[in-house]
């Protein structure tokens, strides 16, 4: 099976141009991110706070996490419930990048990842695939952009989906977890090194993609 993977920082497009990647390719888009913005909403719903490790360890057995792809879709579950558009706020944003500095939380999802990339051609998306998830992907690349950017590309994504906030606000919780992705303990955030780096910053969506589907077929061709 062949895998993408495609990492970088909150808010630099992952989502969008690797889903647009994959259904050029033909293949499934996994969306890693959301399994941890998931598990930051259960740990919310429960009254955990998602900044105390240990609680979010202990509690990780009453969490049932699964993806279903639904016409070339993703979805989040948990449990029976269809979480893919509760996790897509503000707020769940900052819980998974805390939950996502918990060694056990990163082992609890790391084999559910990997299963899904030995049984399907994928194009997969987060903070660690290339250096830790599929460290023998078939292209890697490093999505970014300024965090400016992508605090107003992230405003209009919100602002699509019904939530109303400030600019300011975005832009620092994108920082904020920029801070936290590249200094927590457990693979951290960082560029592979046998990733192409990508910085879209100025550069349009239709840009951006016809870069990437450039890239990655031309590792994928080597």
Same mark, same amino acid.
Request: glycine share 8%; no cysteine; charged share 30%.
């Given at each position: 099976?062949?895998?993408?993977?495609?990492?970088?920082? &909150?808010?630099? &497009?992952?989502?969008?141009?690797?889903?647009?990647?994959?259904?050029?390719? &033909?293949?499934?888009? /996994?969306?890693?991110?959301?399994?941890?913005?998931?598990? &930051?909403?259960?740990?919310?719903?429960?009254?955990?706070?998602?900044?105390?490790?240990?609680?979010?360890?202990?509690?990780?057995?009453? /969490?049932?996490?699964?993806?279903?792809?639904?016409?070339?879709?993703?979805?989040?579950?948990?449990?029976?419930?269809?979480?893919?558009?509760?996790?897509?706020?503000?707020?769940?944003?900052?819980?998974?990048?805390?939950?996502?500095? /918990?060694?056990?939380?990163?082992?609890?999802?790391?084999?559910?990842?990997?299963?899904?990339?030995?049984?399907?051609?994928?194009?997969?998306?987060?903070?660690?695939?290339?250096?830790?998830?599929?460290?023998?992907?078939?292209?890697? /690349?490093?999505?970014?952009?300024?965090?400016?950017?992508?605090?107003?590309?992230?405003?209009?994504?919100?602002?699509?989906?019904?939530?109303?906030?400030?600019?300011?606000?975005?832009?620092?919780?994108?920082?904020?977890?920029?801070?936290?992705?590249?200094?927590?303990?457990?693979?951290?955030?960082?560029?592979?090194?046998?990733?192409?780096?990508?910085?879209?910053?100025?550069?349009?969506?239709?840009?951006?993609?016809?870069?990437?589907?450039?890239?990655?077929?031309?590792?994928?061709?080597?």
């Amino acid at each position: 099976m062949i895998a993408i993977a495609i990492d970088g920082p &909150g808010g630099a &497009g992952k989502s969008t141009m690797a889903r647009a990647l994959a259904k050029e390719l &033909g293949y499934i888009y /996994v969306d890693t991110g959301a399994l941890y913005r998931a598990i &930051g909403l259960y740990m919310r719903r429960k009254g955990i706070p998602t900044t105390d490790f240990a609680a979010v360890a202990g509690n990780l057995g009453g /969490v049932e996490v699964r993806l279903a792809f639904r016409d070339g879709e993703q979805r989040v579950f948990l449990a029976e419930e269809d979480v893919s558009d509760a996790i897509r706020t503000q707020d769940i944003s900052i819980a998974a990048s805390n939950v996502s500095a /918990v060694p056990e939380v990163r082992a609890f999802l790391f084999d559910l990842q990997r299963d899904l990339a030995k049984k399907n051609h994928v194009v997969m998306d987060g903070r660690d695939i290339g250096t830790v998830v599929l460290p023998h992907a078939g292209a890697k /690349v490093f999505l970014t952009a300024a965090p400016e950017a992508r605090a107003r590309r992230r405003l209009l994504e919100l602002k699509q989906r019904g939530q109303e906030t400030e600019l300011e606000t975005v832009l620092r919780d994108i920082v904020q977890r920029d801070e936290q992705d590249r200094n927590r303990a457990v693979a951290p955030l960082r560029q592979a090194e046998d990733a192409v780096l990508l910085d879209t910053t100025e550069l349009g969506l239709e840009e951006s993609l016809k870069a990437l589907i450039s890239l990655v077929k031309g590792r994928l061709a080597q």
